[in-house]
């Protein structure tokens, strides 16, 4: 097994595990795709988790990667089915695989909730209540969009002051 370390960016990527790689396709529906974005890194790389799915709702993690969409790294592998550079295969990251199944719960309570109370609801109150609800999962979809920015933004702040030797 031959371990390589890039003093670049400080990962120690392993060719055997990385060669064994596959990339995500779902058909239908059904599959393995990525969902989730985590622990950016200034080289523009993130954390990822793969999942097995249905009907595009991941059921079971089956992996975690170190990926980027472009790279500075030339021993980062290319996946062309997925359009990545991988730098490197991770143990599972529970908290991701937390957060993304809190989301699906989030995206799907709304209409689960709708159901069970619609036919209790009067006329008048029928149309608030569900523009409520519409609003709660545009803001819930909408979420992940501005959490990625505020961390984005955060982890510039962070390196910047480190570059300049300002401490983290």
């Not at 670049?8 to 969902?35: C, E, K």
């Not at 730098?87 to 809190?102: G, H, I, K, M, N």
């Not at 709708?114 to 209790?120: H, V």
């Not at 006329?123 to 961390?151: H, T």
Request: proline letters at 5%; aromatic letters at 18%.
């Amino acid at each position: 097994m031959q371990q390589n370390r890039n003093p670049a960016t400080n990962i120690v990527l392993n060719y055997d595990m990385i060669q064994r790689l596959r990339m995500s396709f779902a058909f239908h529906g059904i599959g393995t795709m990525r969902y989730g974005k985590r622990d950016y890194w200034p080289d523009g790389s993130f954390v990822t988790t793969e999942w097995f799915v249905l009907a595009f709702i991941p059921l079971l993690p089956t992996n975690s990667k170190r990926i980027a969409y472009t790279t500075d790294n030339p021993l980062a592998t290319y996946d062309a089915g997925g359009g990545y550079f991988v730098y490197e295969l991770l143990p599972l990251d529970r908290r991701q695989v937390t957060f993304v199944y809190l989301w699906f719960l989030g995206f799907i309570a709304p209409f689960v909730i709708w159901g069970a109370i619609e036919s209790t609801l009067t006329i008048r109150s029928r149309d608030w209540v569900g523009d409520f609800f519409l609003a709660f999962w545009v803001g819930w979809c909408l979420l992940p969009y501005f959490v990625q920015r505020i961390i984005k933004r955060r982890n510039a702040r962070r390196w910047r002051r480190q570059a300049l030797g300002l401490g983290g």
